[in-house]
């Protein structure tokens, strides 16, 4: 299988999952934020609470891992966007890993997107 059909694949999986968000700036629920709800704040920068009570500044981000066929979600801490950014423009493909952390999205309870 060709780099080509794995790419299709997976843009077409994000073209389902994502969606842009333009006008919201917070986001506040007493229960834990729908998968649809996540995925409208996909690369945008913000602060994230999670249900344990912690806090972290930074970006979301999402990839299909093709080997068990799933959509894994990354948050990449503030301090490393530029990096990732920079990491991803360079096709380096295991960016996510080594500058985020895997994060289970059903923990994520209120978002304050950055201005």
């Known amino acids: 299988m060709g780099r080509l059909p794995i ?3 997976v843009l077409h999986c994000l073209k389902l999952h ?28 913000g602060q994230f609470t999670f249900s344990d009570g912690h806090k972290n500044d930074g970006m979301i981000v999402v990839r299909y891992n093709i080997v068990d066929a799933r959509i894994e979600y990354y948050l990449i801490p503030e301090q490393n966007i530029l990096a990732y950014q ?25 978002v304050k997107l950055a201005a």
């Open 7 to 9: 790419f299709l694949a």
């Open 18 to 45: 994502l969606k842009t968000i333009q006008t919201i700036k917070t986001l506040k629920h007493l229960d834990n934020m729908s998968t649809n709800e996540i995925q409208n704040l996909v690369f945008q920068q």
């Open 86 to 110: 920079a990491a991803k423009s360079h096709a380096e493909p295991n960016a996510h890993k080594t500058l985020g952390m895997n994060i289970n999205i059903d923990e994520i309870i209120q």
